[in-house]
C-alpha cells in the first residue's frame, strides 16, 4: 500500500492540477470581461471623414447617425446596430467606404472615405453631376463646388439617380481625357474646359489662345495631344493667338487650322503632316 502510494506520479499531477486551475481562472476571467464589455456602455462616439473633397464632414455623420439610430452615446455597446450604421452611411452618394467598431475604452470609432470626382458634366438639357474615380454619377450639392474640369455641349446622358455608371462611350472618352492629362504639368494647366460639339466631337477649350482644339475622341489621345504642342510651339508662334478659329488634330497625322476669315491654303494653315 505504501509502495502503492509512493508510486504516484505528484509531481505530474501536481502540474496537471496547476494547469487546470489556471484554465478556470482564465475562463472565468474571459466571461467577467465578456459580460463587462456587453455591459460596457458607448462613451463618445468619434467620426473621422478621410478624401480630397468635402462634400460631407464629422457633423454630417453624426447628425445621420443621431437621428436614423438615436442617441448612441450611453447605449450598451451590443445594442448599437453597427451594421446597420455602415449600410446607411453606404447609401450616401458621397461616401466610398465606411468603417464602424468600438474600441476598448467604449468610443464608436467610425471612418469615411468621401468619393473623389474628376469630372463635372453638364448635358444638352442642362442637368449637372459629377463622374467619380470609378466611373459613378455623383450628384451636384451647393454646399461644395470641386475644382474639376466642366464638360458640356451637345452631351445627351443624363442622371437618374445617384451612383450610376457611365452609359455611353462619349462619357467615357471625357473621362479618359482627364485622366489621362491630370499629371501632366502642361495640359493639366492648359485645358479649362471640354465642350461637344454638333457631331459629337470633342473640344478642349484651352487658357492660352481663343480657338478649341478639336480632338474627336480620346483614341490615340496621346499623339493628338502631341500635334497640339507642335501647333503651340511652331505655329502658334508665326501666326498669332487669334489667326485660326479653330484647330483640328483628330485626323491621324494631321493639324488642319482654319482661319478666322474662312480657309485658306498657307504653310502654316492647310494640314500639316506630321513625321
Known sequence: MLNAVRNIPWRQLGYASLGLIALIGIGMLMGL??????????????????????????HDISDLVNTKFGNVVGKPLNEIPIDQIEKALMELPYVSSAEIYTDMDGILQILVQQR????????????????????????????????????????????????????????????????????????????????????????II??????????GSADKLAEKLARLEVFYKNILPKVGSDAYEKVNVKYDGQIICERRDGWVLDSLQIKLKMK
Open 33 to 58: 470581461v465578456k459580460k463587462k464589455d456587453t455591459a460596457q456602455a458607448c462613451a463618445s462616439m468619434k467620426v473621422v471623414v478621410e478624401g480630397k473633397e468635402t462634400f460631407i464632414d464629422q
Open 116 to 203: 473623389e470626382v474628376v469630372l463635372r458634366i453638364v448635358n444638352k438639357a442642362g442637368k449637372e453631376y459629377y463622374i467619380d474615380t470609378k466611373g459613378a454619377k455623383v450628384p451636384v450639392t451647393l454646399k461644395y463646388v470641386p475644382h474639376v474640369l466642366v464638360a458640356n455641349g451637345n452631351i445627351q446622358e443624363g442622371y437618374e439617380k445617384p451612383l450610376d455608371t457611365i452609359q455611353t462611350q462619349l462619357l467615357t472618352d471625357l473621362v479618359a481625357i482627364v485622366d489621362h492629362v491630370k499629371n501632366d504639368p502642361l495640359w493639366s494647366n492648359q485645358i479649362v474646359q471640354l465642350y461637344v460639339d454638333d457631331k459629337q466631337d470633342i473640344e
Open 206 to 215: 484651352p487658357r492660352v489662345g481663343t480657338q478649341p482644339l478639336i480632338i
